[in-house]
Structure formats: structure tokens, C-alpha cells
């Protein structure tokens, strides 16, 4: 009885002892990619998925990156709408016993960008994974960003750009951010970033610190092309055109004023799309037809202050 004791316990042992065959990254990824934002980007963000989007992503395609960027946020805030009720579904559960992979799957699935189409609508995920397939079928090379807050456990994902050497965050509305930006655009809302990750083979971590401040020339430079843009459309400029009182040679004017929270996310390499963006709001608001214009733009309180002089 004493040798079969102790053949049972070293039996025992072995088979405790053997190695456990782990799984690898790929076969991981083939099941949990709807689930895992990291598979992800190679099961959504392959050619065929980026093909189903193509309606929608030529529609979108600028003069060049920075302008396709610009085009797919103004798209996204106009076409699509967030998903709360998603979002407020539990996270999904991954179980990884060896080979075996199971997922307790609640709703809270990543979209395909064709679903979110499909869909209109999604949740940061979806949104992000959209982005970065208009973008790469236009030819423009974007980046997964990870958000981690302080002191809260619900993370958040977006996309990014690199524009002469700054990343440029693409999040769900206009306008993109640099690093400070979003930074304070996060602060407004009641969260504080601790870390922003781009998610690539090094992982780079923004410095949140640094930023552009848009100054008086930023807001000079704006007007210029204002200028042009309404001088495009046959109304002449009349630097008379100022204050409250109408010249003499003309028989109505019309004053309109424009307050875009803005100023303090703005950089200089967006200026012709700040523009473009400012004078499709103007000429929304626009009745009937004028002669003349003068037009000004300052930067106050993180604002670009905007005020239209029109005449008859």
C-alpha cells in the first residue's frame, strides 16, 4: 500500500506539472477582434472592410490629408448620432482557459465602419474605427488613440492624424485638437486625461502640455480669407461699413454677429478649413441679396469673435 501511496502522488505531480499550451496572439485576435480594439485594427482596418466605405469616403476626400480630416468629422457630426444606450451596456467579458477562449458578449461589440454607416450611430470605438477607414481610403495614414482619465475606470478611444510633425486628434466632432486642446476640451466636460497613447508598434505618449494659443494675427488671417470668400460671391468690401451707423449711399444694412468657442482648440495648419467653416455659418444666415460687406474677427475670452457688416 506505502509504493502505491507514493506512485498516486508523484502521478499526481506530473500531471499538475505539464506544460499548458497558450495561445497565440493571432489565434487570440481571430476571436476576440469584435472586442478588443487592438485586433481590431487588423480584422476592421483590412482592404476589403476599408472597400465597403468607399460611397461614403470619396464624398469626403480633401485637397489634401488635413482637408479629408476636416470633411469626415463635418460628416460624422452630421450624419451620425452616439449611441448612449449602448454605451450603457456592460463591457464584455474574455475568459482565456489554454486554447479556449470564451466571450460573454452583453451588446457592447466594436462596429465595422460599413455597420456604423449602416447604423448611424456608434460609441467612441465605432467612431474611431470609421475614422481611420475614411482617412486610410483617401490615402492618409491615421493613428488609434487610447484616453485614460483619472480616477475613472471607463476609458475612451479616437483617432488621430500627423500634421508636420503634431498629431491632430479626431474625435467624433469638429474641430481635430493638438495635445493641449484636448487636454482642455476633456477639462470642460468634468474629466481630467492622465495619459493619451497612440497606439502604435511604440506606443507614443502625447505631452499633453504643449499646444497652440491662437493669437490677433490668427484672427487677422482669418478675416483675409474671409474677405475672399465673400468678395467670391460678387458683394463688394466697404471698410465704411463699421459700428452702428449706415453710410449715406446705402439703403439697409444688417449686422451679424458670430461667437465660435473655438479659439482655444484652433492651430494655424487648419486655418483654411477655420475659414471655410466660418463662412458656411455666415452665408447660412444670409437673406436676400447685399452689395456690400466689411467684415472682423478678434480672438476674446477663447472665442473667435465674429461680426458681419452688410449693406443694401
Known amino acids: 500500500m506505502r509504493w502505491l501511496l507514493i506512485f498516486t502522488a508523484s502521478l499526481l505531480v506530473l500531471c499538475t506539472s505539464l506544460p499548458v499550451e497558450k495561445l497565440s496572439e493571432e489565434e487570440y485576435c481571430s476571436k476576440v477582434w469584435r ?3 487592438k485586433c481590431a485594427l ?9 472597400q465597403k466605405v468607399s460611397s461614403v469616403a470619396e464624398k469626403l476626400k480633401g485637397e489634401d490629408c488635413r482637408d479629408t480630416a476636416w470633411k469626415i468629422l463635418e460628416w460624422e457630426d452630421e450624419n451620425l448620432k452616439y449611441d448612449f444606450e449602448k454605451a450603457n451596456l456592460p463591457p464584455p467579458q474574455i475568459v482565456v482557459r489554454g486554447r479556449e477562449v470564451e466571450v460573454y458578449d452583453f451588446g457592447r ?24 477607414a475614411l482617412l486610410r481610403y483617401n490615402g492618409c495614414e491615421g493613428y488609434l488613440v487610447n484616453v485614460t482619465f483619472e480616477k475613472d475606470d471607463v476609458g475612451h478611444v479616437a483617432a488621430a492624424i500627423m500634421v508636420n510633425g503634431t498629431y ?51 484672427a487677422e488671417s482669418l478675416e483675409s480669407r474671409l474677405c475672399l470668400y465673400f468678395e467670391s460671391i460678387g458683394i463688394k468690401r466697404d471698410p ?19 461667437n465660435l468657442e473655438m479659439a ?28 456690400a460687406f466689411n467684415i472682423d474677427v478678434s480672438v476674446k475670452n477663447a472665442s473667435f469673435e465674429v461680426t458681419l457688416y452688410l449693406a443694401r
Not at 467612441?124 to 475614422?131: E, G, I, P, R, S
Request: charged share 30%; with cysteine; proline share 4%.
Open 109 to 132: 461589440y466594436i462596429q465595422t465602419p460599413y455597420e456604423t454607416i449602416v447604423k448611424r450611430k456608434g460609441i467612441c470605438t465605432d467612431y474611431a474605427f470609421l475614422t481611420l
Open 264 to 291: 482655444e482648440y484652433y492651430h494655424p495648419e487648419f486655418e483654411k478649413q477655420y475659414s471655410e467653416h466660418i463662412f458656411k455659418i455666415l452665408k447660412g444666415k444670409i437673406e436676400g441679396r447685399y452689395r
Open 35 to 37: 472586442y478588443d480594439y
Open 42 to 50: 487588423n480584422y476592421i482596418l483590412n482592404d476589403t472592410e476599408i
Open 168 to 218: 491632430f486628434i479626431l474625435d467624433q466632432h469638429l474641430p481635430p485638437f493638438d495635445a493641449e486642446g484636448y487636454f482642455v476640451k476633456w477639462m470642460k466636460d468634468g474629466k481630467k486625461i492622465e495619459r493619451v497613447e497612440i497606439v502604435n508598434e511604440n506606443s507614443t505618449l502625447l505631452e499633453l502640455a504643449e499646444g497652440y494659443k491662437a493669437t490677433k494675427r490668427d
Open 240 to 258: 465704411k461699413l463699421s459700428g452702428d451707423v449706415l453710410p449715406g449711399n446705402y439703403r439697409e444694412g444688417y449686422i451679424l454677429k458670430l
